[in-house]
C-alpha cells in the first residue's frame, strides 16, 4: 500500500492535543502534577491566610496590603499569561512551515512495516516498532513511544479496507509481543 499526503499545521496541533490527551489516560503526567500542585498549593494556601489575617488585625496596614494583593494577582495573571504564550511561542518555532513534518510524504506500507520519505529522506519502521493505533475523526497515528508517532490523514486512504489492514499489522504485533513475553 502507497499513501501520498502532506501534513498541515492543523494535523501537527491536532496531534499535539490528541498527545496530552493520551498522555493524561496514561495517567503519569496526572500523578506528578497532582504532587507539584500540593507543593505550590500548601505554602500559597497559608501565605492568604495569613495574608487575610493581617489584613483584619491591623487597620493601618490596609492600604498597603491591598496594594500588595493587587500586585501579587497581577504577577499570577502574567505569569500564567507567560507560560501560555511561551509554550505557543515553543510550539510555532517548532513547527514551522518550512520543517519537514510539512512537506509531501510517501507512506509505503508493506507486510513487513512502513517507510515514510520525506523529501528524500527515509525512515523505516517494522510492524513490531509501533506500540498502538490511535485514531481522531480524520487521523491515524501510529504510536512508536508515548510521545511520537506516524500521522496518517484518513483522507489519504482509498478505502477502509486500507485501515483496517493497517489496525491487523498493529494488532498481530502486540499479539505476538504479548506471546514472547510469555514464552
Known sequence: MILKFQL???D?????KFLERRLRAIGK???NFFLFDVLVGLPVGVAVVTFINIYLKSR???GLLIVLAVALILLAIALIARTRYGRKNFLNLMFLP?????QPQVLNASDVGLSVEIAGAE???LWSNFQELCEDQDRIYLFIDNSQ?????KHSLESAEQLHWLTEKI????ESKALEKHA
Do not use: C, G, H
Not at 508517532?149 to 490523514?153: E, L, S
Not at 494488532?171 to 502486540?174: D, E
Open 8 to 10: 498541515t499545521r492543523k
Open 12 to 16: 501537527s496541533d491536532e496531534f499535539q
Open 29 to 31: 503526567v496526572r500523578s
Open 60 to 62: 493601618n496596614l490596609r
Open 98 to 102: 518550512e520543517n519537514l513534518i510539512f
Open 123 to 125: 525512515n523505516r519502521f
Open 149 to 153: 508517532a506516524v500521522i496518517i490523514p
Open 171 to 174: 494488532i498481530s504485533r502486540n
